[in-house]
């Protein structure tokens, strides 16, 4: 019965040019599925003309000519976080529609865990998330959480790193 409620998203993406390079972030009417970095840019070569403000903005680049709301906040979100940091705490997540953040099994839970109490920016080891998860022992399955995760790019979550 899950498979079938999967199959029946209609997903669309919206590409983003960031200061990270090119962002793909999809989903359906339900939410956001992932969150992708395409194209990783250079730290030398983020800014180009070298103006601050040019290489915080985070702009669209391609989208469907329909989009979710949940699509939109997740958009909205992004450029935020890269053009006013200071005002993300304040905007409301969108909703997440992935299988992996649905359901008991432990990747999900460690997905749960992560996006709500680990706060934007703070550091956490596996060992710490596995504890908070309910399993001290489960590192290296946090670590294959973290491989799973649909909304980090490159291992990196956009919310917080774990080592």
Known sequence: MKKQRESQCTQKTISLLSPLGEIQV???????HTIQ???DVAPAERSSDGDEASSLCCVVNDSPAETSPELQRGVEWLQAYFGE??????????????????GDAFT????????????????????RLAEMAGNPRAVRAVGGAMRRNPLSSKGTDFRTRCS
């Open 108 to 127: 999900s839970r460690v997905l749960q865990i992560l996006l709500k109490d680990v706060k934007f920016g703070e550091t956490v080891s596996y060992k």
């Open 37 to 39: 970095i395409l194209m």
């Open 85 to 102: 940091p200071h005002t993300v705490g304040s905007l409301p997540l969108p909703a997440f529609h992935h299988p992996a953040l649905q």
């Open 26 to 32: 999809s989903g359906c009417e339900n939410g956001v």
